[in-house]
């Protein structure tokens, strides 16, 4: 991951080229910030408390906000889809959709009055995944918002993934069960399979299950799970970090038994 985004960064001098100087302070690597930002999706800390004295959380912040302003998370979780979609293949023709809350301790501008939080701030995202769970995207929003809102800009995602297979179904739980939903899927000439309300069935009745084990293979970074972030375009990148970890992840997993590479594993991850 680290030589891809590497590749994706600009060119940046050691000093800074304006200072009369030229003997200031020399920039923080970037493999250190990188590390760090890591670390904090991960486990879930403060910038104060991950940061040492190889770069300060001043450091940390401007260089996220620097790289989010470029796009470079973005960019980075397009490619590892690529590279998915070109060596396992994507399977767009069964989507799944489901939402999924979460804690928002910091609030923010995508932050609710959650409804399973005793009222606590909570945010909400309703995420997307191909047939076997590979996350292609997600709305963020307020713990407090039904899912069935949600599902029109949720599919609006789908316009970053052609070309599309022409017969494509999308599983849905008993959230979505309405004519509405029915409508809105008719419109955009998709097939859906919406599980009915008062009707108790297992998940693994269908394919809707994947999307609930991508939301479990997300919540286990905790800065997402827990979250104090208050701007929504820091929320986006660390979920894209993770999602492109998760794409890499399943990518060697999948792979593993159908393709050899130099470092290839002994057994399977």
Not at 115 to 125: E, S, T
Request: charged content about 25%; proline content about 5%; hydrophobic content about 35%.
């Amino acid at each position: 991951m680290w030589f891809q985004f590497s590749a994706l960064l600009p060119e940046r001098p050691r000093y800074h080229p304006d200072h009369p100087l030229r003997c200031h302070r020399p920039r923080i690597k970037d493999r250190i910030v990188f590390d760090k930002l890591l670390q904090v999706l991960r486990f879930g800390c403060s910038y104060d408390a991950i940061s040492d004295t190889t770069c300060s959380a001043s450091t940390i912040r401007s260089r996220r906000d620097e790289w989010i302003h470029l796009g470079i998370f973005r960019k980075l979780k397009q490619i590892a889809l690529n590279s998915y979609d070109r060596i396992v293949g994507l399977m767009l023709d069964q989507i799944a959709i489901d939402g999924s809350i979460t804690k928002g301790p910091g609030g923010g501008e995508v932050a609710g009055r959650s409804p399973v939080d005793r009222g606590g701030q909570g945010l909400k995202r309703s995420g997307m995944t191909d047939g076997y769970g590979i996350p292609l995207g997600r709305v963020l929003s307020g713990a407090n918002s039904h899912d069935s809102l949600l599902l029109a800009p949720t599919l609006g995602r789908l316009v970053y993934l052609r070309p599309l297979p022409e017969d494509i179904t999308v599983h849905l739980d008993a959230g979505y069960d309405s004519n509405k939903t029915r409508a809105l899927l008719g419109e955009r000439g998709l097939h859906g399979q919406t599980a009915h309300k008062g009707e108790k069935a297992p998940i693994q009745a269908s394919q809707r299950w994947h999307v609930e084990r991508t939301h479990a293979w997300q919540n286990a970074f905790r800065r997402i799970s827990h979250c104090y972030e208050r701007r929504v375009d820091v929320i986006d990148a660390f979920f894209d970090l993770a999602d492109t970890i998760i794409i890499v992840r399943s990518l060697i997993r999948r792979s593993w038994i159908t393709h050899r590479w130099d470092n290839r594993p002994r057994r399977r991850p």
